[in-house]
């Protein structure tokens, strides 16, 4: 079975930061759009952030998230992060690494369906 791994996750305050690591040592991420999606507790799974393999082009989905969360890839240690800033007790979720079978990702929206493998998810719990 494909691994992805996350790791990064833990409890902290509103207000701080954390940083999100998504790899595997089973194929090279370079190759494809990687992104991250959260669900909180009786909600649904949403889209939150995307990169590009190509040109580096990243995309941000909930309003909420823009300008705090940055997505980025570091292809010699074949791992994308999700910087974490500013952190709210809404941010509260299990994060997931996702991977599309695409070069690119989608501007505007970032859905289930469009994802090929999936992380197995690490948890971010922001409360004072």
């Known amino acids: 079975q494909v691994q992805l791994v996350e790791s990064g996750g833990g409890l902290v305050q509103p207000g701080d930061s954390l940083r999100l690591s998504c790899t595997t040592s089973?194929?090279?991420?370079?190759?494809?759009?990687i992104g991250w999606f959260r669900q909180a507790p009786g909600k649904e799974r949403e889209g939150v952030s995307c990169?590009?393999?190509?040109?580096?082009?990243?995309?941000y989905y909930p309003e909420s998230i823009k300008g705090r969360f940055i997505i980025s890839r570091d292809n010699s240690k074949n791992t994308v992060y999700l910087q974490m800033n500013s952190l709210k007790p809404e941010d509260s979720a299990v994060y997931y690494c996702?991977?599309?079978?695409?070069?690119?990702?989608?501007?505007?929206?970032?859905?289930?369906?469009?994802?090929?493998?999936w992380g197995q998810g690490t948890q971010v719990t922001v409360s004072s």
């Open positions: 990169i590009n393999s190509i040109d580096g082009r990243t995309y």
């Open positions: 996702a991977v599309e079978f695409s070069a690119y990702c989608n501007d505007g929206h970032y859905y289930d369906d469009e994802v090929d493998y």
């Open positions: 089973e194929f090279t991420l370079e190759t494809y759009a």
